[in-house]
Every structure is written in C-alpha cells, then in structure tokens.
Nanobody, 121 residues
Framework: QQQLVESGGGSVQPGGSLRLSCAAS????????IRWFRQAPGQAREAISC???????YYADSVKGRFTISRDNIKNTVYLQMNSLRPEDTAVYYC???????????????WGQGTQVTVSS
C-alpha cells in the first residue's frame, strides 16, 4: 500500500525554523514527484513546493527563498526546511505524490492527516 505520512510540525516564533518530513512507504520517492501543500484556517489549500522524480524543485512565490525542499532516497523521505517563518505560514501542511516528473495537483489522490505549523509570538 502506498502511503505518505507528514510529521515535524510544531509551534515556533516568527523568524524561527522547522523541518517537515514526508515519509513514503510502498514506493520509492526518487521515482515520484512529491508536492507540499498547506491550508490555513478559512483559506483554500495551496501548493507551495514540489520536487520532481528527476530532482527539479519548484516553489510558490510566497515561500521562495525561505523554504527548501529536498529528498533523502535512503530514508525514502522528502523534507521541507522552513526558515524565516512568518505568522502567515501558520497552516496544516500536507504532502502528496505522483509517479514521474509531473507534480501532483489538488484534485487527484488522497490526503494524509497533515502536520500543524503554528507561527506566533
């Protein structure tokens, strides 16, 4: 069974950092595009970063320069390093995968439980 499990969320002050993990089972992350999404309270879910199977990375303008997506093929996990966090980064963060180089969209596949990130002073 193919599964992705998010972890690593928490509460931090503005300017702080967190590293989220998206652990895969039932498939290898280096053959999939993995995308991070987030959903803030009262707002639509949005895509924020993706790493394709061939290693290309993509970022939404709102996180570019602050967030870094990476992949550990041995641990079969994709990470999202989040620096310079802002209150507007507060959201539940989710990951989703799609075989190949095309990043998954909002509408196909299923969602995990996500991990909560809260940025507040």
């Amino acid at each position: 069974q193919q599964q992705l499990v998010e972890s690593g969320g928490g509460s931090v002050q503005p300017g702080g950092s967190l590293r989220l993990s998206c652990a895969a089972s039932g498939f290898t992350v280096d053959s999939y595009a993995i995308r991070w999404f987030r959903q803030a309270p009262g707002q639509a879910r949005e895509a924020i970063s993706c790493i394709s199977a061939d290693g290309n990375t993509y970022y939404a303008d709102s996180v570019k320069g602050r967030f870094t997506i990476s992949r550990d093929n041995i641990k079969n996990t994709v990470y999202l390093q989040m620096n310079s966090l802002r209150p507007e980064d507060t959201a539940v963060y989710y990951c989703k995968g799609r075989r190949g180089n095309y990043c998954p969209d909002l509408y196909s596949g299923s969602w995990g439980q996500g991990t909560q990130v809260t940025v507040s002073s």
